[in-house]
Every structure is written in structure tokens, then in C-alpha cells.
């Protein structure tokens, strides 16, 4: 139903006429750098389970996008990080989600597997696994990476990522 | 309730067991710019009824940041704007938002307030009501663009705004 003194359709609920509204929601995590060295982790959890992808997930109430980026890549890769700015920031309209992807440089090297990876490792450029990369937004992340690292210049890169319509 | 699996206490209907995720929202909005003066509406809603804002408001499902932003233009100041590129980006953590500003330039000068504004105009920077905008990343968007305006270099400014807390 369309809410008196709006313009748009929202889930309101049947019983307590609450009025649920359905906005897009955040994703944040962190491109954890070491040396020449990017860590990934594989995931253990579906969708993409068994592909590699940098730590990131829902952003929390309470917390800053900085906060967020940190707190899912200790959950996710147990791994400890000094942020260095905004770096990726993409929209999936299709999907209604924002991603966010913090630079960030490992502190230590005592990271591992949180419950939600299989696996987490350090991969020079040469090693990582392009075709078993998780989402579109890990491969150009990655990408605007290792490109920007040639000049040592990292501006925020924004993108839209609209996949094509399926076939049917 | 935390949900099993979780680690958080989650909105949970009573009646139908949905979880309801509750997750920061993301509002997103403009700097719209007319030769040398910014464009400000005056607020015909609370919060800040009378105050003078930048146009803005929560990104739908479905859009983009970039698209809400251009709407949000369009439903407040019935103005039509160039994007040229993210430029300020607030985390506010203890109301759960965050905020998107885009640069932009008016492609006409055929504005005007929309239901949710007094008034519509357009400012130099020696005009702008310092005293009475309506909230402080309006105040910090504006900063920042005077500031950066005189060397005409507009890199993305991030920046938590966390609000003391209220004495008791």
C-alpha cells in the first residue's frame, strides 16, 4: 500500500500497521594490504561458497562505515588493520545494495579464518584467483588496485554495476 | 532476540517470526552550483521547519546514489542538475545514517520549492545563513566547498560527525 502523504508502495504490517520501510542497505569491508601482498579470503558461506573475496558484510547500526570495514575483517579473516581512507565505492541498484571497500594495511600477520571463511591468504598480484572471485565488486577492486599502485595514487573510485537483464 | 546463528539482537515480529534487520539508511543529496552561488531550500518539514538545507532525503530501492541524489534535486527545488562526481560523505553512527553530497551544476535556472520546501535560492558565499542551516553536514558540505573552490580541487571529504552526548 502507498502511506497517506507518500508516493511510494511500503510492506506495512498486517497486524500492528507498522510501516516497514525497504531502503538499500550497506555493505563495507576492507582491501587488507601487506607488503605486495593482498589478502583474501574463501568463502564458507553461501552465495559463492568456496570463491575468494575481501572481507566485508552489512554495516550495523551504531557503528561508522571506517568501523563496520574493521569489524568484518577481523570476523571474517581474523585480521588486525590500519585504515587508510575510502578507497571503493559501488551501487548494485538491481540488488539494493552499497558497497564501500576501505585500503588498509595489515598490522600483523595473525590473521585466519573466522567462521564465515574457509581459508585466508596473502596473494601477489600474479597469484590471485581471477576467475574464482566471488562478486564484480572484488574484481574491480582489485583491479583499480593494482593499477592505481603503479602511479602510488589512490583516488576514490565510484561505479554503478548493473547486470544485464536474464535471459528468460 | 538474537536470531540463532546471529550475534545480535534483532527486531522480530511477534506475529509472523520475520526478522527485521535493522541497518543504517543512507541519505543522499547535492550541491547544486549556478556560476558562483549554491543553491538552498528552506525547510517546510520538521525536523529544522524553516531552516535552510541542501537538497536531500533516503536513497529508494532500486537507484542509485547518483539517482537519488538527482530525485531528491528534483522533488525539493524542482531543479535540474549536471553531477559531476561524489564529493562529501558523513557517517552520523549514533542516528544511523549516512550521508552522499554530489557536486552538480544547474542545467537551468527554472527552479522552485517542492511540497517539502518554503523557498528556493540561490547564494554567494558571503550570503549564505551560516546561522540558520538546518543540520551540520550541510554546514560542512558548504565548508568544504568554499574552501576547496579557491584551488578548484574537489577530492571526496569523509568525515564522522559524532554529536556529544546531552547532559543529563
Known sequence: ??????????HVCNTCNTIHYQNPRIITGTLPIHED????????????YGLWTL???????????EQGASRETWEEARANIALSGLYTLFNLPQINQ???FYRGHLTDLDFGPGPESLEVALFEEHQ??????????ITRTLQHYFSDRKHD????RTEDIIRPPRAR
Not at 3 to 9: A, K, L, V, W, Y
Request: include cysteine; aromatic fraction near 12%.
Open 128 to 137: 590471485i584467483p581471477w576467475e574464482q572471485l566471488a562478486f564484480p565488486v
Open 98 to 100: 552499497v558497497y564501500f
Open 37 to 48: 601482498k593482498v589478502l583474501l579470503c574463501k568463502r564458507a558461506i553461501e552465495p559463492r
Open 55 to 65: 572481507p566485508a558484510g552489512f554495516m550495523e547500526n551504531g557503528e561508522t562505515t
Open 153 to 156: 595514487h589512490y583516488p576514490v
Open 1 to 10: 500500500m502507498i502511506p497517506e502523504g507518500d508516493n511510494r508502495h511500503r
